[in-house]
């Protein structure tokens, strides 16, 4: 047994002699790696990398290196698969000094590094500078009301995803513009003056109060006009006489509606207007009396004599010539009529606060009585529920009366005999443009390639039925007795069998108050047709203008159609051309002519166009 044992020890010697040779050279190392440790600068280095968020750990710095063992290797190539960037893709890409230290491959305390640090921070500054000032130019035109331009004859309008409607304009055009004619100079004196342009275009001031009402005992004097014409060419020169009276400082007498040639009618002010509320909302603006003052003892002579009358004002005048040549005669003699009335304010000639003063008398100041607003809500709901139900109607200017056709000088189909009477009517009533008749017909021709002649009922129940009415389409017809009587309205009549006239809504009894004044009619005709969804207009005129005007006003949401006479002229002269084309035609060049936003342009008419000097971004 004990040679056994013996035998067994001395075996195993040799393992046990590696094994303590082994332990004793891991001691040694560790009390290497201790006393390193334990060292100020390795202490130092240490905190130095666990401080920076820049450098990886130790563990992710270890290399598999020389004296390292198996282990050591395996930790090694797991460090590099968890942190690709640090081991392997920094050897393959170029980045930028301050790129590389945000991803800690670079000590960012260096000097390369703290240098591109500085160019970074300057071109971020740069780009938020650039963000700073694009903003509100971009946001503005994010914001951009609805705004149509004129290039030529041509309109442009901003495109919408919205659907095509026979009945309203698009809706981004109804919500840019609210009106603002009631909106008055806001200066901090209470007092401001209008700056007009002399003949040599130098800018000088002239004493034209805009806020501040002189006492009437210290007007310039008195102003007396006569109205001429239809209803609404009474109605802009009411407008104009307000704006001629605050330009000159002067009290204006209500004016005179002057019986015309055409309407022979006799109506005064009073039976058409609301002569209280008129006065009473135009009072911050000008002094308005109803009647010739007391102390004047010679009321016949303003009416006849040469002395008392202003005459020879150039059409479309300037605000600076009433100052220089209306404005003397009137202090002169306290009170000047002034004739003829008829166009004789210019529009881009004046100052903005004048053009808005016009559309504060047209839109607001300008109220027909009660009993007429009445009977044309009356007429309004009529038409809307004609079918037993709610429904839109269209009301349709036409434009084709006897005296239209004459004096249009335009050639229409029609008989000889027809044509023959046309003729003589002309001469009779135009003898010095009707000269011998050769000239008329070459004349002729030219205005209706122009767009310059009416359309006839027939031409435009093509262009409705174009646009895509359909024939059971509700149509107001507002206008005078048709030149051709049924045969002309005929084929309109075909088309749209729904035709209604205000003869036709309204009882004998209802209309008898009416007809004591040709302009009462007018008025509701004017009315009805304000208050309809679509408004189409077959010829110019101040009734269309002003329709369209007060519509636009209004916020642009009603449509108002106005034919291209041009196009429809060499499209309905083209017999080659096919329905489906003519249809395209129609509706494309339509598309902006419906009442849509645009700038008032100079010299163009406000009173179809009112957005420059009368409303506001909304």
């Not at 390795?42 to 004296?67: H, N, V, Y």
């Not at 390639?449 to 009922?457: A, N």
């Not at 017999?575 to 100079?602: K, Y």
């Amino acid at each position: 047994l004990v040679r056994e044992q013996e035998a067994s020890a001395h075996s195993h010697s040799p393992r046990a002699a590696a094994a303590a040779a082994m332990a004793e050279l891991r001691h040694s190392t560790a009390a290497a790696a201790a006393r390193a440790s334990s060292s100020p600068a390795k202490r130092d280095s240490d905190a130095s990398a666990a401080s920076s968020p820049f450098l990886s750990s130790p563990s992710a710095r270890g290399r598999g290196g020389g004296g390292s063992g198996g282990v050591d290797d395996d930790d090694s190539k797991d460090t590099h698969r968890s942190s690709p960037l640090l081991a392997h893709h920094h050897k393959h890409l170029r980045m930028p000094s301050p790129l590389r230290s945000l991803l800690a491959l670079e000590d960012p305390r260096s000097a390369a590094a703290s240098s591109s640090y500085r160019i970074l921070l300057a071109l971020l500054a740069l780009l938020l500078a650039a963000g700073l000032f694009a903003v509100p130019s971009l946001w503005s035109r994010l914001n951009a009301p609805y705004l149509c331009h004129k290039e030529g004859i041509t309109l442009h309008c901003p495109e919408t995803k919205e659907p095509l409607s026979l009945w309203e304009n698009p809706r981004a055009a109804t919500t840019s513009w609210k009106p603002c004619a009631e909106r008055r100079s806001d200066e901090p004196s209470g007092k401001s003056t209008l700056t007009l342009l002399k003949d040599n275009n130098a800018c000088e001031k002239s004493e034209i109060p805009l806020v501040y009402i002189p006492p009437e005992n210290e007007t310039s004097g008195y102003i007396f006009i006569h109205a001429e014409g239809g209803l609404n060419q009474q109605r802009i020169a009411i407008c104009n006489a307000v704006a001629i009276a605050k330009i000159m400082s002067a009290t204006l007498i209500l004016p005179v509606l002057k019986q015309d040639q055409i309407w022979k009618d006799q109506t005064k002010f009073e039976d058409i207007f609301d002569v209280d509320h008129f006065i009473n909302y135009l009072k911050d603006d000008v002094h308005i009396v109803r009647d010739i003052p007391d102390w004047f003892t010679e009321k016949d002579e303003l009416f006849t004599s040469i002395k008392r009358t202003v005459k020879n004002i150039p059409k479309y005048a300037s605000a600076q010539f009433y100052i220089d040549n209306v404005l003397p005669r009137i202090k002169e003699k306290k009170i000047m009529s002034i004739k003829p009335f008829v166009d004789r304010l210019g529009y881009d000639n004046v100052p903005m606060e004048i053009n808005r003063l016009r559309c504060r008398v047209n839109y607001h100041a300008l109220k027909f009585l009660p009993h007429i607003e009445e009977m044309a809500d009356k007429l309004a709901a009529r038409m809307r529920n004609r079918t037993g139900s709610v429904n839109p109607y269209m009301a349709l200017h036409l434009r084709f009366e006897k005296g239209m056709v004459g004096l249009s000088f335009c050639d229409f189909a029609g008989t000889r005999e027809e044509k023959a009477m046309m003729a003589a009517y002309r001469q009779k009533e135009w003898p010095r443009r009707y000269k011998n008749g050769s000239h008329l017909w070459p004349l002729a021709l030219q205005k209706r390639k122009e767009g310059r002649c009416p359309l006839e009922p027939g031409e435009i129940a093509v262009i409705l039925r174009a646009l895509g009415y359909t024939s059971g389409t509700q149509i107001y017809v507002a206008s005078g007795q048709v030149y051709g009587g049924k045969n002309r309205m005929a084929p309109l009549k075909n088309m749209f069998p729904n035709l209604v006239t205000k003869e036709e809504l309204a009882s004998a009894e209802e209309l008898a108050p009416f007809r004591r004044h040709v302009t009462s009619l007018a008025a509701l005709d004017f009315l009805v047709c304000l208050r309809s969804d679509v408004f189409v207009m077959t010829h110019g005129g101040n009734f269309a203008k002003l329709i369209i005007g007060a519509r636009r006003y209004a916020g642009h949401r009603l449509k108002s159609v106005k034919p291209d006479k041009g196009l429809m002229s060499k499209s309905l002269g083209d017999p080659d051309m096919g329905w489906a084309s003519f249809a395209e035609d129609v509706v494309v060049s339509h598309r902006t002519r419906t009442g849509l936003p645009e700038p008032t342009f100079p010299s163009y008419d406000l009173w179809e166009n009112p957005l420059t000097p009368c409303m506001c971004r909304a």
